[in-house]
């Protein structure tokens, strides 16, 4: 899913996602290209199909703008929380709504909970106060609540305390929860980390569904033209085999060749035959 993710979202244009004012750095510090993790959030998107996505930590909107590339969806909806709200241009973007407060706050889940309704979301993205309490709070909440299949979480080693969340999360979740750096090393960097948790397996789509048959008449196909071939073959080895058996000056391991051939071929008729596709 990761290396999936990663390629898909190379090949998407994220050139109008910034990530905006360096807070971390001197305070006139602007950053107007996207940060590698941008691409992969958008990959992730397009290739996992979410389209009801929230996301913890708004920023200047560079993580959601770069999400919003990534969906393909007609009815994608994406709501971004932050405590500031330093980019307006977000509130002009279709399909995004912008709440303002703390996501850890009565009133923003409340706001949360309207946005969405009882309908599960596709995927969480928290990347906000990057302490444990309001993270493993952000995590707790929401998935409660919201019912995401997928949830990111950026910074997840980036401090002792994002390092004691991660540990919980993967004492809980085991194999579902991976740090995305461990398996693609350019989506950030390995001292920030980028957990990925699988909390649903996705249930699959009409278009997953439609692709699915497709692939299964393909293979079908593949299937009858062998077993036709097949049998023509294992008849004209059988009619050989007749003719020579009667044939005096015979030399006998030919014959033998023969019919250790027509032994193979009946084998691999009676294996494709076998064979049960899915309707
Ligand atoms: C690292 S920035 C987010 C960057 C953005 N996701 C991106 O990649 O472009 C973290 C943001 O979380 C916001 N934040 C911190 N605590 C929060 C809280 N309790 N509720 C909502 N937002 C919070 C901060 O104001 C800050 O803008």
């Known amino acids: 899913m990761v290396r999936g ?22 305070p006139d510090s602007f950053s107007s290209t996207p940060f590698p993790y941008y691409y992969f959030l958008a990959g992730l998107v397009r290739s996992q199909g979410c389209s009801r996505i929230f996301e913890i930590g708004t920023h200047y909107g560079g993580s959601a703008r770069s999400m919003l590339h990534g969906a393909t969806e007609p009815n994608v909806q994406l709501v971004t929380i932050d405590v500031t709200d330093l980019n307006p241009a977000l509130h002009a ?17 409340q706001e949360a909970m309207d946005k969405f309704g009882p309908e599960p979301i596709d995927l969480l993205y928290i990347d906000a106060d990057h302490k444990f309490a309001p993270t493993i709070t952000n995590l707790g909440l929401y998935s409660l609540l919201l019912k995401p299949r997928l949830v990111v979480i950026d910074d997840i080693v980036l401090n002792e305390g994002m390092r004691d969340f991660w540990n919980v999360v993967r004492a809980a979740y085991g194999s579902d929860a991976i ?14 980390g980028f957990g990925l948790l699988r909390l649903r397996r996705h249930l699959p789509t009409m278009d997953q569904n439609r692709e699915s048959k497709s692939e299964m008449r393909d293979i079908r196909k593949a299937i009858d033209v062998n077993l036709d071939s097949l049998k023509r073959e294992h008849n004209n080895l059988d009619i050989a085999i007749t003719e020579l058996s009667s044939w005096s000056q015979l030399d006998d391991s030919h014959l033998q060749e023969l019919k250790k051939r027509k032994l193979t071929i009946g084998e691999a008729i009676a294996k494709l035959e076998g064979i049960q596709l899915p309707d």
Not at 5 to 26: C, F, M, Q, R, V
Not at 97 to 108: F, I, M, P, R
Request: charged letters at 25%; hydrophobic letters at 40%; aromatic letters at 8%.
């Open 93 to 109: 973007l279709p399909c995004v709504v912008k709440l303002t407060g703390d996501a850890n706050g009565a009133e923003a889940i």
């Open 5 to 26: 993710a990663w390629a898909i979202g190379e090949t998407i244009n994220l050139s109008d996602a910034w990530y905006g004012p360096k807070h971390w750095k001197e």
């Open 179 to 192: 740090n995305c750096v461990d398996v693609v090393p350019e989506i950030r960097s390995e001292k920030c």
